[in-house]
């Protein structure tokens, strides 16, 4: 099992900035491909971003490149998404998750383990 911790969303102005962590905890956090998904109001589930087991490899859905950063401290046991240039349609409630295979993942069905999610809200 892993349990997954989100933290660091919040309410900020359209072109703000705000950094969200993920805390993992249980089993190797290194093994996992880590990524980050958002779900706003009436829609589904969409892939923001995600990053291999070492970090070295990084994809962004198309509607974030160039704004949003994902990096992780595999000594930490932490991966980050920084977000900048927020817009008001970045507003939904973002999800970290990993997945075992190591690799990058754009489809949720591939991630094992999911935390509860925070909220985002970008106003104009």
């Known amino acids: 099992q892993v349990q997954l911790v989100e933290s660091g969303g919040g309410l900020v102005q359209a072109g703000g900035s705000l950094r969200l962590s993920c805390a993992a905890s249980?089993?190797?956090?290194?093994?996992?491909?880590m990524g980050w998904f958002r779900q706003a109001p009436g829609k589904e589930r969409e892939f923001v971003a995600a990053i291999n087991w070492s970090g070295g490899t990084t994809y962004y859905a198309d509607s974030v490149k160039g704004r949003f950063t994902i990096s992780r401290d595999n000594a930490k046991n932490t991966v980050y998404l920084q977000m900048n240039s927020l817009k008001p349609e970045d507003t939904a409630v973002y999800y970290c998750?990993?997945?075992?295979?190591?690799?990058?993942?754009?489809?949720?069905?591939?991630?094992?383990?999911w935390g509860q999610g925070t909220q985002v809200t970008v106003s104009s």
């Open positions: 249980g089993r190797t956090f290194s093994n996992y491909g």
């Open positions: 998750a990993a997945a075992g295979s190591g690799t990058i993942r754009v489809v949720t069905t591939w991630y094992d383990y």
